[in-house]
């Protein structure tokens, strides 16, 4: 057996010990936000629920109660569910038959990831089936007439990136005129970093070129987060705990490219891009052109994304050069729906003549009538001849919110409050006159019975405090 000399243990036991603080410093430097409320709804107790290593806190728990502000609801369990099929976090649900909210206490103002998520569950007291509501976050409309079901039972996760500049974010859950029934399984509500949403872009139009400015004060929502190269990431390896999906349905031509990957470390610089805008699982994988080299290469690169037509949308791309063998080879050029985005894209110049350096770039684009938005790479004018290439690490698309501040469809959230049904109550209010002059005048007390309308309009803000104790809780 052969033993390691004395000095080699020493500088094992240096490296492993080295290793050790290196390990420790990631995870004192991982990101820690401010603003962190994980919420598994429907769910009564008060243990909690740990997904991707995150405590989700039930929302009719001692902790969770102080954000659910409703007059009624339901709490809802899966009476059939399929062990290992899903997170714990679709066991559950909280079910509502009017207006409700969940309201949270902002400390750090600017833009928040929410996360709401949904799964319809089975039970012989409601089919969620049926369920057609709308949701808002302050004053955007998230969703119009939603179902939240899937075809398959699959659950939906909807993600967007809210601006909040006051001191409360509120989330409401409104059934439509034509259902009873709103649910939600889960919320997460996380201030985002700093750096995540730069407050301009790259205008991309027919005619050229312009500045895109004041996207931090958008309503975004996540459409696609795609991992071009590579295979799927999970939550659990991602600092903001998002999903990046492999490229390879969205591949126009899959013999256009090959895919190539580096085992070596991400150089995160400043000013380009952190581990927050991307993890290292997404720049240590990428595309490239299969035919390399070749002088006169006579495609590009090209992806195709199905999209809703009428909507602006946030396209960033995420590039690391980490297919060139030295700086200064590699320049191309990027297209969006066909026109001109970036033209001689040159990595070594904008990570600072750094291999291996993340860089992203941020594109607003028109759909107009178009239900399809394309991305394509390809060489430059300026690559040299025997260094004809072109890279993608990562694409992310966000739907920006239209005019009327809605993410779904044409409806802006004034109507859809004013058309609320109101509710009635009527009765008899005794009015007395007591007036000292007319009893001696007259000695007749005139007794007016008037019939009262009581106009209640929904607001997501309970002016009673004492309805925060008047939830009604059921489970089914």
Not at 24 to 53: K, M, Q, R
Not at 273 to 301: C, G, H, L, Q, W
Request: glycine share 6%; aromatic share 12%.
């Amino acid at each position: 057996m052969d033993y390691l000399p004395q000095n080699s243990k020493f500088y094992l036991l240096l490296l492993f010990f080295f290793l050790q603080l290196l390990f420790s410093f990631i995870l004192s430097s991982a990101f820690s936000p401010v603003d962190n409320y994980l919420i598994d709804c429907g769910s009564n107790g008060d243990l909690t629920v740990d997904v991707d290593n995150r405590q989700f806190v039930g929302d009719y728990s001692k902790l969770g109660l102080v954000f659910l502000l409703v007059t009624r609801s339901i709490s809802l369990e899966d009476q059939s569910p399929s062990l290992g099929s899903s997170s714990p976090l679709y066991h559950t649900a909280r079910v509502f038959t009017k207006p409700s909210t969940y309201e949270f206490e902002i400390k750090q103002k600017g833009n928040h990831l929410v996360r709401i998520h949904f799964r319809t569950l089975s039970s012989t007291s409601f089919n969620l089936s049926n369920a057609l509501f709308h949701v808002s976050a302050n004053q955007f409309l998230l969703l119009s007439d939603f179902t939240g079901h899937s075809p398959a039972g699959n659950p939906i996760l909807k993600e967007y990136l809210i601006w909040v500049d006051s001191e409360k974010l509120v989330i409401s859950f409104i059934p439509s005129s034509d259902s009873s029934l709103a649910f939600v399984n889960a919320i997460e509500v996380i201030s985002a970093p700093g750096d995540l949403i730069a407050d301009t872009a790259r205008l991309v139009k027919p005619q050229g070129i312009d500045d895109y400015t004041g996207l931090t004060k958008q309503a975004l929502e996540t459409v696609y987060r795609i991992n071009v190269g590579g295979p799927k990431v999970t939550p659990f390896n991602d600092s903001l705990w998002r999903t990046w999906t492999p490229d390879v349905e969205f591949l126009h031509l899959n013999a256009a490219s090959k895919t190539v990957y580096t085992s070596g470390r991400i150089k995160y610089l400043p000013g380009g891009a952190s581990r927050e805008v991307a993890p290292d699982s997404v720049y240590n994988t990428a595309r490239v052109m299969n035919d390399a080299n070749v002088p006169k290469p006579n495609f590009n690169i090209t992806w195709n994304f199905p999209v809703t037509s009428g909507y602006r949308y946030l396209v960033r791309m995420h590039f690391c050069d980490i297919a060139s063998m030295s700086l200064n080879l590699l320049y191309f050029d990027v297209y969006i729906n066909g026109y001109l985005a970036y033209k001689d894209l040159d990595l070594s110049e904008l990570t600072g003549q750094v291999l291996a350096a993340p860089y992203y770039v941020d594109f607003v684009v028109d759909t107009a009538n178009s239900q399809s938005l394309s991305i394509s790479i390809g060489p430059s004018s300026l690559s040299n001849p025997s260094r004809v290439n072109a890279i993608l690490n990562g694409v992310e698309i966000m739907k920006l919110n239209n005019s009327m501040g809605s993410l779904d469809g044409e409806l802006s959230l004034g109507p859809i409050m004013q058309s609320l049904p109101r509710e009635k109550t009527s009765g008899f209010m005794p009015s007395v006159i007591g007036i000292s002059l007319m009893i001696a005048i007259a000695g007749v007390v005139y007794r007016r019975r008037t019939e009262v309308r009581d106009y209640v309009a929904w607001s997501p803000l309970p002016v009673d405090a004492s309805e925060r104790n008047s939830n009604s809780n059921y489970r089914c």
